[in-house]
């Protein structure tokens, strides 16, 4: 079973940047599409971005777009989140997703019941 181990979250002053890393193990990450999603208290979860196995494909939310960007690094079985501008609205717990798909198939950031494996999250606080 595929795992997926999320880090580099923590806190950060508004118009800072982080970069989160979603790492696998166990499974070549490379057979999979990935999304990253966050989870505010209170509130239900919402995609953030999705690339998708060769990496020639992303996708963003209309409120993260020309902030944030997702790569990806095969050889090294990670995904890449690079956040900057960040606003305490970027606040929450984030999380990546793996589904499995075709090597040419487009990304979109897809409701999370449709992905079939998810990491336990990182936290990201924005905040003076």
């Known amino acids: ?44 979860r919402e995609g953030v971005s999705c690339i998708n196995r060769r990496g020639d494909s992303t996708n963003y939310a209309d409120s993260v777009k020309g902030r944030f960007t997702i790569s990806r690094d095969n050889a090294k ?5 690079q956040m900057n501008s960040l606003k305490p609205e970027d606040t929450g717990v984030y999380y990546c997703a793996a589904v499995p798909k075709s090597l040419f198939s487009l990304c979109v ?19 003076s």
């Open 1 to 44: 079973q595929l795992q997926l181990v999320e880090s580099g979250g923590g806190l950060v002053q508004p118009g800072g940047s982080l970069s989160l890393s979603c790492a696998a193990s166990r499974f070549v990450l490379d057979y999979y599409e990935i999304g990253w999603f966050r989870q505010a208290p209170g509130k239900e």
């Open 109 to 127: 950031i897809r409701r999370p019941g449709e992905y079939d494996y998810w990491g336990r999250g990182t936290q990201v606080t924005v905040s």
């Open 77 to 81: 079985n990670t995904v890449y989140l």
